[in-house]
């Protein structure tokens, strides 16, 4: 039969996530399917399992990807730690952070919010502030802002939280992968994150990890966790132990195709990822200022993988994103929530950040603004 997507052009993208997958990934997707409980099918399980505790720096036994994207992820880690009531405080500079307050107010958390300007980055000592004011259960935080940009202190609120003795949840999905993370050390309890950026896999997964502090919380809860899906004292038996326990169908491929990126990431080094992803961004930071770009966050606070600008004045929002997907093949991100309209988002996400693509980008975004 004739390939009906033959037709689909490659576009560079350069937006907020997906990023370019790797060639590695697209070759493994197209590995036979295996059974969901085939002993081989078990081995690779296990070998993602490993390769995401090292990437997230964890020796946490539930290291395990949730079938689904990011959002998937936060909703597995609220719905398994928030039982109604909870006290819940949500850290807040851009649009997933208040994803993160949305979610604990559906499970009925006594939620709070300590919000921060978008474009700069979380304060620890308003997080200090408030944390010696009241008593909370879980804190949640979002390590890279996708909305604005901003990499937010997570070692030093990780410290905080740990003092006053809270559960602490870390929103990774823009920056595993790309800068460095350190579960463990930070004193992380439950942490989420996503295929499609960094790591350069299609969407369709979220790694998350639990500490056997969170995990014994999960197993211990008064009430039944309310998403059967997402249930993690389920899942579990799917992904440890040695009879495995049918829970739902696994996205055989998609597992495959993490399985693969994770191999290509760490084969490369995370020392040397994270410096080319450091790299390309001073490079487009450079090019991006010859050319009058004007960068919304300070150099500081930056996050290399994605880098949001103010649309250059006398440039159309959308007419400028359409040329650029059309005349040049390459995709940025407009603005999200309070930045829509105002920002344009370009990714530097893994296979993705490339000297070629960075120049390639630069000369269209000259043509651009001609
Ligand atoms: C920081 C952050 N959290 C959560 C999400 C949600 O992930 P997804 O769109 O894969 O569901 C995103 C997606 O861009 C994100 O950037």
Redesign the pocket.
């Known amino acids: 039969m004739e390939n009906k997507l033959k037709g689909i052009e490659e576009v560079l993208l350069m937006g907020?996530?997906p990023s370019l997958t790797y060639p590695e990934v697209y070759e493994a997707l197209a590995m036979p399917t295996l059974g969901h409980l085939d002993p081989y099918f078990i081995e690779i399980m296990d070998g993602i399992k490993g390769m995401l505790q090292e990437i997230f720096q964890t020796k946490n036994e539930l290291t395990i990807p949730v079938s689904g994207?990011?959002?998937?992820g936060?909703e597995t880690v609220l719905v398994n730690l928030i039982e109604p009531g909870d006290s819940v405080l949500v850290v807040i500079n851009g649009v997933?952070g208040k994803?993160q307050l949305d979610i604990a107010q559906r499970l009925g958390a006594d939620a709070d919010a300590l919000e921060f300007q978008w474009g700069t980055p979380v304060i620890p000592a308003e997080v200090e502030a408030k944390l010696r004011k009241k008593k909370y259960k879980i804190v949640a935080m979002?390590h890279?802002?996708?909305s604005t940009g901003v990499r937010n202190p997570a070692e030093e609120v990780g410290r905080l939280v740990k003092e006053h003795g809270a559960f602490y949840i870390l929103?990774t999905?823009?920056s595993l992968g790309g800068i460095e993370i350190a579960v463990d050390k930070w004193g992380v309890d439950a942490i989420y994150s996503?295929t499609?950026?960094c790591l350069s896999c299609p969407?369709g997964l979220?790694p998350v990890s639990f500490s056997p502090e969170a995990v014994d919380f999960i197993m211990n809860r008064k009430t039944k966790v309310p998403n059967w899906y997402l249930d993690m004292s389920m899942v579990a038996n799917y992904w440890a132990g040695k009879k495995r326990a049918y829970h739902h169908t696994a996205p055989i491929n998609m597992l495959y195709g993490l399985y693969a990126a994770l191999h290509v990431v760490l084969e490369e080094g995370l020392e040397k990822v994270y410096r080319r992803h450091g790299e390309m961004h001073k490079k487009l930071a450079a090019g991006l200022e010859d050319l009058g770009i004007k960068m919304v966050v300070e150099p500081e606070f930056r996050l290399p993988m994605l880098n949001s600008v103010w649309i250059p004045e006398g440039v159309d929002d959308a007419e400028g994103r359409s040329r650029l997907r059309y005349d040049h093949l390459i995709e940025i991100g407009g603005g999200l929530g309070d930045f829509a309209g105002k920002v344009w988002r370009i990714g530097l996400m893994g296979n993705t950040a490339r000297e070629e693509y960075v120049d390639r980008l630069l000369k269209a975004l000259a043509d651009i603004i001609k």
Request: proline letters at 10%; hydrophobic letters at 30%; glycine letters at 14%.
């Open positions: 907020p996530g994207t990011g959002s998937a936060m997933f994803r979002v890279a802002e996708t929103d999905v823009t996503g499609q950026k969407p979220s």
